[in-house]
């Protein structure tokens, strides 16, 4: 992409240019067809002194270089420069070890990785890409600009039983619902998302999804959630927009997450219970606002 280009892109100010751009680099690495970020004066210095042909800076930056682009947000603006790149240099590709049913549908510039599996009845939107080893099990949907990395499993049968009261044994509950992935989702390396057993599993547009996670049956996960690594959702959950759950966070299930709301590391929710309140931050087992959890802590301490 061109500099101009970019600039329109992240809506910044600076001087016309037609020069190239091919990737996003540090400052150390950088060189004319580079773009850096600089977040402040004291990183703008580094940013001139290196040889990138675009330095995107904060708003209020002085320096008169015509490499400089001001935006709101440089850290930001970068990123975005960065899948544009990404992006631009990507057409369809398939592996030739990659296994797609024939009833599958494939969109544009869709690329499947070695060994990946799509199955039967599959749709996958535009500009996603399917990487190795993932496993797409049959009737799921996955929008456009979606990332699923190596070794993911979507569409899996839920952990749902139901016991004989008698004999005590336990047998498998239909698992044959749907799983709707939305635009713009990432899901991370062998995390696992089931279907729903007789319904939908949903997880909402622009949520970000680390590796190793599990998504249990019915869970619905609502739009730019955060989900880090070893998180577990059981089944029927409710994840609502804009929510983030730091490592190691275990849901019961039927649970219900308010939006906003800031799970910290390893906090547990027991079943059927409602956390609510944005931007709070909750931690602990069973799950309470942070001040609260603090003060317990001490109160421990000092028994």
Sequence with gaps: MTFTELVDLVGGIAEESS????RVSNFEQAEAACVVFAVDEATLLPALESRAGMILAPLAATASDGRVVRVKSPKYSFALCAKALREGDESDFVHASAVIHNTAWLG???R??????VGARVVIGDDSQIESRAMLYNDIIVGSRVVVQAGAVLGSKGFGYVRDP???QYVLFPQQGDLVIEDDVEIGANTTIDRGALGETRI??????DNL????HNCRIGRNVLIAAQVGISGSCVVED????????????HVMIGPGVILGGAAGVFPHKYVEGPGQVFMGVPAEPLSRYLRTIAKLRRL
Excluded: C, F, N, P
């Excluded at 909402?204 to 999804?209: P, Y």
């Excluded at 996670?213 to 249990?216: A, L, M």
């Excluded at 804009?242 to 299930?253: K, P, R, S, T, Y």
């Design 19 to 22: 020069a190239k751009m091919y």
């Design 213 to 216: 996670v599990h998504i249990g």
């Design 242 to 253: 804009g929510a983030v759950l730091a490592g190691q966070v275990g849901l019961g299930d």
């Design 112 to 117: 499947v990785g070695a060994g990946a599996v």
């Design 204 to 209: 909402g547009q622009g949520t970000k999804i």
């Design 108 to 110: 544009a510039r869709v």
């Design 166 to 168: 008698e004999s005590g």
